[in-house]
């Protein structure tokens, strides 16, 4: 990241971390175990691949979750827009 975020991208930033932590609880969780019931002889191949694509999906929800974010900013403004021309 080049500069720091304002104020306002910052709080965004903050909730949308939020989110995605509860998103990817599971996520989180199954690769904590992975790891942890690995051991040397075994913490690569299968269980690096299985690790992987725990993360892939855990990036999918990250995603997800700031689309979502995204989209009901949008409507919100809309909605507020709508308000203002009918006043």
């Known amino acids: 990241m080049k500069e720091p ?5 910052e709080a965004q ?10 998103a990817a609880a599971d ?3 199954q690769i904590a175990r992975t790891l942890v019931a690995s051991d040397d002889s075994s913490l690569f191949g ?7 694509e725990l ?3 855990l990036a ?3 995603f997800q979750q700031h689309l979502a974010q995204k989209k009901t900013r949008v409507a919100k ?6 308000s203002a021309s009918k006043g």
């Open 5 to 9: 975020l304002c104020a306002e991208q």
């Open 77 to 82: 403004l809309t909605g507020e827009a709508r």
């Open 46 to 52: 299968a269980n690096e691949f299985k690790v992987r």
């Open 60 to 62: 999918a929800k990250a």
């Open 27 to 29: 996520e989180l969780l």
């Open 13 to 22: 930033a903050q909730e949308l971390a939020h989110a995605i932590a509860q």
């Open 55 to 57: 993360a892939l999906k």
